[in-house]
Nanobody, 118 residues
Framework: QVQLVESGGGLVQAGGSLRLSCAASGSIFRFNVMGWYRRAPGKARELVADMHTSGRTNYADSVKGRFTISRDNAKNTVYLQINSLEPEDTAVYYC????????????WGQGTQVTVSS
């Protein structure tokens, strides 16, 4: 059974930063792609960023230059560094594990809330 546990969310002022973490039970090496999605109130879920074991990354246009995804295979953890936060970034952020960049994987975490105040 795969478990993904997110942490690092919170309330932050616009312009601030957060680092989200996603810790997996077991090796994340088995997942070619680890990623982050978000769901804002009243909006559909969207891909924020994902990363292949090869190092290739994929970012939503709205976060390019502000968000950085990274993975530490030794710690079985994926990170999302979020800088220059905007109120529009307010959402529940979910960790996801799968096979292909840009394609939703089968495994999800429970989510962590990020709230950005203006």
């Amino acid at each position: 059974q795969v478990q993904l546990v997110e942490s690092g969310g919170g309330l932050v002022q616009a312009g601030g930063s957060l680092r989200l973490s996603c810790a997996a039970s077991g090796s994340i090496f088995r997942f070619n792609v680890m990623g982050w999605y978000r769901r804002a109130p009243g909006k559909a879920r969207e891909l924020v960023a994902d990363m292949h074991t090869s190092g290739r990354t994929n970012y939503a246009d709205s976060v390019k230059g502000r968000f950085t995804i990274s993975r530490d295979n030794a710690k079985n953890t994926v990170y999302l560094q979020i800088n220059s936060l905007e109120p529009e970034d307010t959402a529940v952020y979910y960790c996801n594990a799968g096979t292909f960049l840009g394609v939703v994987g089968a495994y999800w975490g429970q989510g962590t809330q990020v709230t950005v105040s203006s």
